[in-house]
């Protein structure tokens, strides 16, 4: 039995507040060193040094070199870009066709609604991941592709949300009041609902941050994500795993790059949900 | 309200179990429709064809070669008059011939897969609810404990992992460090002279790897999910009763909380197989496992239209049957659902 302090201490370390504060950290010193990439990596990512090919980490190459003699390091916080950009880019898109399908099917309701929760409950049952591999695949995998593709198939969790917060919003008074003013009905949409739906929609996107990536590094590990020679986490696995037994830290650090950044997202968006949903505080 | 009587109430729950199943049935044949109609037109209205392989990459076809191979497929016809050639065919159970260079029919080549994808996605998944479930409850009961506390830290760390990142992790632990484990393949060079029981065990040293990553992949949800499921019901007024009672907690827990956190576990399952198809293309590529997913991944990657189709249709099934059976589980474990046919 561990001393009655200690315990109060681990308590309070493995908090709500601790895992919003880690989560946030992680994010932005990610964010940060995918920006600032170009001025923190020691090599361009694509630069060979043609005698130092398969490297061990070392104080010269901390993490290492790849198979063409590029540095390791320099490619991760590159790759870091990538990553970034493809979950920002993939959850803004299914965000906005999420809300505004949840918008319009929950305020509309009758056919509108039905047609398009029918339409979310087919797009449910897609083995979506076959289908984003199929349509990647033959659109040539570069990264608008990827980053449409899997705003296309990840849409229909934010739509059944906003629509049940709409469908509870547009029988308050406010929106009731609006209506009367005469208010046209995207105003009521946009400028009266919408943002009392928000928060949980924020809350999703930063989970489908970490979605995003994991299915980017996914695609690219099985080679139809982004293509070489330009840096993606899932990429550098890929070529790692050809050389695992003589260069295993190629198979290591850009997953432990991916498991990080995929963690922080997750501890974020659910820390937040935790702190807005008053049921589960305790 | 009068209770009816055993005899009747028995008929009634069937029926209305009879009558959900076929609502439901009809409405899933409807989806599979919407499926394959969407599916096939994104995947033939998109650039490249399957007869790419035999003609642009060969310098020797010219455009004439390209046009007879279209004719031979078919493909030189309205995209509409295609689909609906398809559709017919696939009400007949006929899948068409592959159009890899192989031509063997789409559905003799998925059903010799699809046995070793099913297979060690029923072990794991069984491993999963083995687990994941006593951990939920565990954490549940005590919530906020020093133990929830290390079960989050865990799953949080399982919902980030990348499977394809774990699989090369346990392939250098297990395979290379220490040897113990072959890292690829289904089964070792010497396969056909060894014993039945030899025969199981190189399976299995084959297996272990695959099935302990879709494990791991799918632990993290469940027991996050049972937990959260378990601390719903704890809350309900009837456990309060049953404490009020002085019923002794574990019987609390087995007979009242559990029995109904397992409900939705039920229909978590049903939604988890799209997961569990999507994730064996990356576990089969990686351990090279002759199984659905690198079935799938080649057709792509050689536009194998029927085989593709064949592959989507196929798992669009299989998510819908995955629907139907947790809705009918559901039905028969919820006695809110068996009396009146509908879910509230």
Redesign the interface.
Known sequence: MLPFSIRNMLRGLLGHNLMLSLGLGIVLIMSLAAVCAPLLAPYPPTAQHLDHILEAPSSRFWLGTDRLGRDVFSRLLYGGRVSLWVGFVAVGISISIGTMLGLISGYFRRWVDEAIMRLVDIMLCFPSFFLILAVIAFLEPDLTNIMVVIGLTSWMGVTRLVRAETLSLREREFVAAARLAGSPTRRILLRHILPNALAPVLITATLGVAGAILVESSLSFLGLGVQPPTASWGNMLMEGKTVIESAPWLSVYPGLAILVTVLGYNLLGESLRDLLDPRLRR | MDTPSPARSRRGRFTAIALRIARKTLWMLL?LW??TL??FW??HL???SPTDMETTLNPLAGEAARQRLEALYGLDRPLYVQYADWLLRLLHFDFGNSMSADARPVLDKILERLPLTVAMNAVSLALVLLIAIPIGILSACR??S?LD?GV??LV??G???????LA??L??FFG?DLQWLPISGLTSMDYASLSPWGKFRDLASHLALPILVYTVGGLAGMSRYMRACMLEVLRQDYILTAKAKGLPSGLIIRRHALRNALLPVITLLG?SV??L???S??IE??FALPGLGQL??TA??A?DYTM?MG??VL??VL??AG?LLADIAYGLADPRIRANGERN
Not at chain 2, 159 to 165: D, E, L, V
């Open positions: 989806v919407g499926i969407i599916s994104v995947i998109a650039p490249g919530q906020n020093l506390r989050t830290v949080f760390l919902f980030a992992m990348p499977s394809f990142w090369l992790l392939m250098l290379i939604l799209p997961g198809i999507g994730g293309v990356i590529s990686i799938f991944y792509v990657m536009r593709i592959n989507l798992g669009a998510t819908l629907n």
